[in-house]
């Protein structure tokens, strides 16, 4: 078994101010959407006909910057771009696909920070796993470095007048297996203020968890020779 993945090419789409979120291009039916999206004062929340979102965390800063994260199930026919629901012009939001992720129960945890951009140890029991490490600040012009071992996914900010008018937002991945918890670590390079941070992580389907035995089936074959089915209990 092997980690779900984020497609190399077209997997991810931003936005930044107002309007709509484009959902990426390499989607196929059955794949997972991830949306994080964060800003001041509020983060947008996402909608679209025939798609059904689900919180996987939210947390602010106290002070005025929120981050959010959500999943759904892509299928043919849902709606394209998404809606993005807030009451602040000055946000952003991001769409990943995921693919090779289990669609039922995709999240096996995930934690919050409000206070930094250093979210909390992960504990969880799937084998497979694609970790996401997402973090939000008040800043201008910046860029994030994602923790060590992370392939970054989402670096955006706005530049306008004034810091109580600046949002930005990261969003990196590690894939791990055999894997029964992760601490990403702080994400770096950005100077922000009001920082928040979220993180959780995707299961690939059928991932193993616990302890199993195997109990192997031996048949005769016809020829004299046999074959060995192995069976997991």
């Given at each position: 078994m092997a980690s779900p993945t984020i497609p190399a090419s077209n997997g991810v789409t931003t936005f930044t101010g107002s309007g709509s979120l484009a959902v990426p291009s390499a989607k196929v039916d059955g794949d997972l959407l991830i949306v994080v999206s964060a800003g001041q004062s509020a983060a947008p929340v996402p909608s679209g006909s025939g798609l059904s979102f689900t919180l996987i965390q939210a947390t602010n800063s106290g002070t005025g910057q929120y981050i959010r994260a959500y999943w759904a199930t892509w299928n043919s026919g849902d709606a394209t771009p998404l809606t993005m629901t807030c009451g602040r012009e000055l946000r952003h939001a991001a769409c990943l696909v995921v693919q090779g992720a289990d669609t039922t129960t995709p999240v096996v945890d995930s934690d919050?920070?409000?206070?930094?951009?250093?979210?909390?140890?992960?504990?969880?029991?799937?084998?497979?796993?694609?970790?996401?490490?997402?973090?939000?600040?008040?800043?201008?012009?910046?860029?994030?470095?994602?923790?060590?071992?992370?392939?970054?996914?989402?670096?955006?900010?706005?530049?306008?007048?004034?810091?109580?008018?600046?949002?930005?937002?990261?969003?990196?991945?590690?894939?791990?297996?055999?894997?029964?918890?992760?601490?990403?670590?702080?994400?770096?390079?950005?100077?922000?203020?009001?920082?928040?941070?979220?993180?959780?992580?995707?299961?690939?389907?059928?991932?193993?968890?616990?302890?199993?035995?195997?109990?192997?089936?031996?048949?005769?074959?016809?020829?004299?020779?046999?074959?060995?089915?192995?069976?997991?209990?």
């Open positions: 919050v920070s409000s206070t930094s951009v250093d979210p909390p140890a992960l504990s969880y029991s799937s084998a497979d796993v694609l970790v996401f490490s997402g973090y939000a600040g008040a800043g201008k012009n910046q860029a994030w470095t994602p923790p060590a071992n992370y392939s970054e996914r989402v670096d955006v900010t706005t530049n306008n007048d004034g810091p109580a008018a600046n949002s930005v937002m990261g969003v990196a991945t590690r894939a791990l297996t055999a894997s029964t918890g992760e601490d990403p670590g702080a994400a770096s390079g950005a100077t922000v203020t009001d920082p928040c941070s979220l993180d959780f992580a995707v299961q690939a389907p059928g991932a193993v968890t616990g302890s199993f035995t195997a109990n192997a089936i031996i048949e005769k074959a016809q020829s004299g020779s046999f074959t060995a089915d192995a069976y997991i209990a």
